[in-house]
């Protein structure tokens, strides 16, 4: 991609319009050029739910290991639409720099270390995001914390 097409959209990714942010994500994504990375990342703090979530699944996207601490960062948000594509992204990238963090999810979930939102089914999903994205890391810590905190 040109890099005029990579400045239309990064400048997109910064609109107050939702829709044309969300879309920007996306394309920026098909782009797979690691230097959008950094743009991205900045659209996972103060922007709306929708466009944090998709650049958290535009940087899953692309791919690049650059993308991980502003991920793992991400699985904090305090929307689980948020956190749990992060939680994706971070399967997709595959780095096991994401490991202790997705870890962490899985004991406080099994914990019941939000007794409130564990019963009401609103981590469930971030649970689940997160024995996934372990999976598809695969490595030796990431499977010990897979059978250590979930039973199929």
Aim: hydrophobic fraction near 40%; glycine fraction near 6%.
């Amino acid at each position: 991609m040109s890099p005029e097409y990579i400045q239309k959209w990064i400048g997109y990714l910064n609109d107050v319009d939702r829709d044309m942010s969300r879309i920007a994500c996306e394309k920026l994504a098909k782009t797979k050029d690691p230097k959008v990375v950094p743009e991205l990342s900045k659209a996972l703090k103060n922007r709306p739910v929708e466009v944090r979530a998709a650049a958290a699944r535009a940087l899953g996207e692309i791919g690049h290991r650059s993308a991980v601490a502003a991920l793992v960062e991400a699985l904090k948000d305090s929307d689980i639409m948020v956190s749990s594509a992060a939680a994706d992204a971070l399967g997709e990238i595959g780095d096991s720099a994401a490991v202790p963090a997705l870890s962490k999810i899985l004991h406080d979930y099994k914990t019941g270390l939000d007794r409130h939102k564990q019963i009401y089914g609103e981590t469930r999903g971030l649970y689940m995001a997160a024995v996934y994205a372990l999976q598809r890391i695969g490595t030796r810590e990431a499977k010990a914390a897979v059978q250590k905190y979930h039973t199929w």
